[in-house]
């Protein structure tokens, strides 16, 4: 048995020692441990603090509340913002904790501990921040809203979950679910009209922080902002740095033009229409849908790395108490999707740093899965 404070005293020393051990190799080896965006969101932030846009840094597409974050980046030491992702990772596993609760009241400590620790040492997670994405800052916000959208804190519910559609635009597709949840019989309130005051409430306060904060961007840094944080991302296709179903396809039609429909707003019609029939299924359980919505999200988006994941795997420890899944499959299960990970990162190291051309390996290994 472990007690919580010694499963996140490990969790973080795990991510100090990882973090120290990212800046030697970065100095001394060829393969860097850090990851080029943290790289491109360093960049930004020095604009931030030279009284520039951090769009001036070419491919930064993101927030730039993101940018702002990282200011200490410049002005304390680099690392700053990994730190800052570790920490966000512990904060997670706090509202793992306590939806685990919330969801299963008869649950031990130690029972949480364990599910916990899934989310505090799962590998990728682990990387994921060290490496300096920032998907975990993502993360912690929508289990924020989620956790407090639970205990009926719909106001700080709705704040929350409207920084975190403005952070990364995908929590958007929690919006349906978790407006019909507040009412239902798994969240009871004085009224069950289709327009409740506490609905309503969830759903103006989160749309105006939406769009106050997107606004205040807009007035800083103008129609580029929007093409870069939202609006590239329908239209983007990256066929070198994905895990997309629809990988092949994209390197085949690379040179197509890229205004073009099939290539662009058409790949979110089944992410649409699986999003949907989650949400009528099962949005009364809510952390159940959101994990089963953001899952078929990131299957089917057209551009899928390595730290999507962390957007469900996030959730995985919450639902996994409600899974008939026994011990042997859970473990195919695992060494099915890491397996298949290591055949991709292989080939993808081919492709990135021996110059191999691997598209058409890849191309097979999909045609291989499909049957």
């Not at 949005?283 to 078929?296: E, G, N, R, S, V």
């Not at 795997?313 to 859970?330: A, D, E, R, S, T």
């Not at 990970?341 to 045609?367: C, D, H, S």
Request: proline letters at 4%; a positive charge.
């Amino acid at each position: 048995k472990m007690r919580s404070l010694h499963l996140f005293g490990l969790a973080a020393l795990v991510r100090v020692v990882i973090i120290i051990y990212s800046e030697w190799q970065d100095r001394n080896m060829v393969v860097k441990y850090t990851d080029i965006d943290y790289e491109v969101f360093t960049d930004a932030a020095r604009c931030v603090v030279d009284g520039s846009s951090p769009f001036d840094r070419a491919t930064y597409r993101y927030t730039p509340l993101l940018a702002w974050l990282l200011v200490p980046n410049i002005l304390w030491f680099k690392a700053f913002g990994k730190v800052l992702f570790a920490l966000a990772d512990l904060a997670i596993g706090v509202f793992i904790q306590r939806i685990l609760r919330n969801v299963n009241p008869k649950m031990t400590s130690d029972q949480v501990n364990r599910y916990t620790a899934l989310w505090l040492f799962n590998p990728i997670a682990i990387n994921v921040s060290t490496r300096g994405n920032a998907e975990s800052v993502v993360s912690v916000l929508v289990l924020w809203a989620l956790d407090m959208l639970m205990e009926k804190q719909f106001v700080v519910a709705a704040i929350v979950y409207g920084i975190s559609v403005h952070f990364k635009i995908y929590p958007i597709l929690y919006g349906m679910p978790m407006f019909f949840y507040i009412g239902s019989s798994a969240c009871p309130t004085r009224s069950k009209s289709l327009l409740s005051l506490d609905r309503m409430k969830f759903f103006v306060i989160s749309a105006s922080t939406f769009f106050l904060l997107t606004g205040i961007m807009y007035l800083l840094y103008g129609q580029t902002f929007l093409d870069e944080a939202y609006l590239y991302h329908i239209w983007r296709k990256d066929h070198r740095h994905s895990f997309s179903v629809y990988f092949y396809m994209l390197y085949l039609t690379s040179n197509d033009d890229p205004s073009n429909s099939i290539s662009g707003a058409w790949f979110f019609v089944p992410q649409i229409l699986v999003t949907l029939a989650f949400y009528q299924k099962y949005f009364k359980q809510i952390p159940f849908c959101i994990f089963l919505i953001t899952l078929a999200f990131v299957a089917f988006n057209k551009v899928c790395t390595v730290q999507y994941f962390v957007w469900y795997f996030c959730l995985l420890p919450i639902v996994l108490p409600q899974c008939n899944l026994g011990m042997v499959q859970g473990i195919v299960m695992l060494a099915a999707f890491f397996g298949a990970q290591g055949i991709w990162l292989f080939l993808a190291y081919q492709l990135e740093f021996l110059g191999m051309n691997t598209f058409f390996k890849v191309g097979r290994l999909f045609k291989l899965n499909s049957t």
